[in-house]
């Protein structure tokens, strides 16, 4: 009886998990620049998705959603494998430190500072992961040659990437904390039914 009542436990979970990431898919694609010159740099709402199952399960979870959401936006020929990783590792740097904090010591509060500290990671993270990594493969092999170079590399990140992943993570907070202020009994049940 007890394992059967898990196993459905952990069907629903899955299928909520799948959901989730396919919301998020489906949110990947209202997307819109806000940075002149940086054209490529688009704001979505799909990490919304991803937090709520953060709250709900575990910062893990979050990452699954994130996971799903970029698994089949590359089944479906969405993108490039770069800017696919690079969506991916964004999610979980900006997802992982707003549910943690969340999980750690519950409330409005905790939401806010996680969402902060979420903001804060994605940005350093995605600066030095550019730095380092994405646009030097961009350079190599995208015919993004302009990437190699010293000073472009440093514009594209102070003047692009780190205010973007800033804005991106104040609107995304913006959006999320008044939904999970009505959300908050509703995904509190679901701990309690679920986890």
Same mark, same amino acid.
């Given at each position: 009886?007890?394992?059967?009542?898990?196993?459905?436990?952990?069907?629903?979970?899955?299928?909520?998990?799948? $959901?989730?990431?396919?919301?998020?898919?489906?949110?990947? #694609?209202?997307?819109?620049?806000?940075?002149?010159? #940086?054209? =490529?740099?688009?704001?979505?709402?799909?990490?919304?998705?991803?937090?709520?199952?953060?709250?709900?399960?575990?910062p893990?979870?979050?990452?699954?959603?994130?996971?799903?959401?970029?698994i089949? =936006?590359a089944?479906?020929?969405?993108?490039?494998?770069?800017?696919?990783?690079?969506?991916? $590792?964004?999610?979980?740097?900006?997802?992982?430190?707003?549910?943690?904090?969340?999980?750690?010591?519950?409330?409005?509060?905790?939401?806010?500072?996680?969402?902060?500290?979420?903001?804060?990671?994605?940005?350093?993270?995605?600066?030095?992961?550019? =730095?380092? %990594? #994405?646009?030097?493969?961009?350079?190599l #092999?995208?015919?993004?040659?302009?990437?190699?170079?010293?000073?472009?590399?440093? =514009?594209?990140?102070?003047?692009?990437?780190?205010?973007?992943?800033?804005?991106?993570?104040?609107?995304?907070?913006?959006?999320?904390?008044?939904l999970?202020?009505?959300?908050?009994?509703?995904?509190?049940?679901?701990?309690?039914?679920? %986890?």
């Amino acid at each position: 009886m007890r394992s059967t009542k898990l196993q459905s436990s952990r069907l629903l979970k899955l299928i909520i998990l799948a $959901l989730l990431g396919t919301i998020s898919l489906l949110l990947f #694609f209202l997307n819109f620049p806000v940075l002149p010159g #940086f054209g =490529y740099l688009k704001i979505d709402f799909s990490d919304i998705p991803a937090l709520i199952a953060g709250f709900i399960f575990s910062p893990l979870a979050g990452v699954i959603v994130e996971a799903i959401k970029n698994i089949l =936006y590359a089944a479906i020929g969405g993108g490039e494998p770069v800017g696919i990783a690079s969506n991916f $590792l964004a999610g979980v740097m900006f997802v992982v430190p707003a549910a943690y904090l969340y999980h750690k010591f519950k409330g409005v509060k905790s939401v806010v500072s996680g969402l902060i500290a979420g903001t804060i990671m994605m940005a350093i993270g995605m600066s030095i992961l550019n =730095y380092l %990594v #994405f646009l030097p493969i961009y350079a190599l #092999f995208m015919g993004m040659e302009e990437m190699s170079i010293e000073s472009v590399k440093w =514009y594209t990140i102070i003047a692009g990437i780190l205010p973007f992943n800033i804005i991106k993570g104040i609107i995304i907070g913006i959006l999320f904390v008044p939904l999970f202020v009505k959300m908050r009994s509703w995904i509190e049940q679901k701990q309690a039914n679920i %986890v």
